[in-house]
């Protein structure tokens, strides 16, 4: 069983930047391809990007595409989601989810963590 934790949340303006961080307790995360999804209010939990075991291959939602940067640091049992140019739109709650390979469905979340992005 994986545990995952994010935090890095907060208040940021338009155009301002937040980090997410992501850690796993009880499995190395590193054996785990990893994504982070959010939840806005009133809509369904939707993609944001996502990252291979490695750090090798990525993909990404297409409203954040050149604006979020997911990585990982397998040395320290962590995944990433750098966020720059945010947008109140990008408001919500993120999680933090892992999977065992990629393609295959997310099987462990984290608790989620807001960030709210004002104009």
């Known amino acids: 069983q994986v545990q995952l934790v994010e935090f890095g949340g907060g208040l940021v303006q338009a155009g301002g930047s937040l980090s997410l961080s992501c850690t796993a307790s009880?499995?190395?995360?590193?054996?785990?391809?990893a994504g982070w999804f959010r939840q806005a209010p009133g809509k369904e939990r939707e993609f944001v990007a996502a990252?291979?075991?490695?750090?090798?291959?990525?993909s990404y939602e297409n409203s954040v595409k050149g604006r979020f940067t997911i990585s990982r640091d397998n040395t320290k049992n962590m995944v990433f989601l750098q966020m720059n140019s945010l947008k109140p739109e990008d408001t919500a709650v993120y999680y933090c989810?892992?999977?065992?390979?990629?393609?295959?469905?997310?099987?462990?979340w984290g608790q989620g963590t807001q960030v709210t992005v004002s104009s």
């Open positions: 009880g499995r190395t995360l590193s054996n785990y391809a």
């Open positions: 990252i291979n075991r490695s750090g090798g291959t990525t």
């Open positions: 989810a892992a999977r065992n390979f990629w393609g295959s469905k997310y099987d462990y």
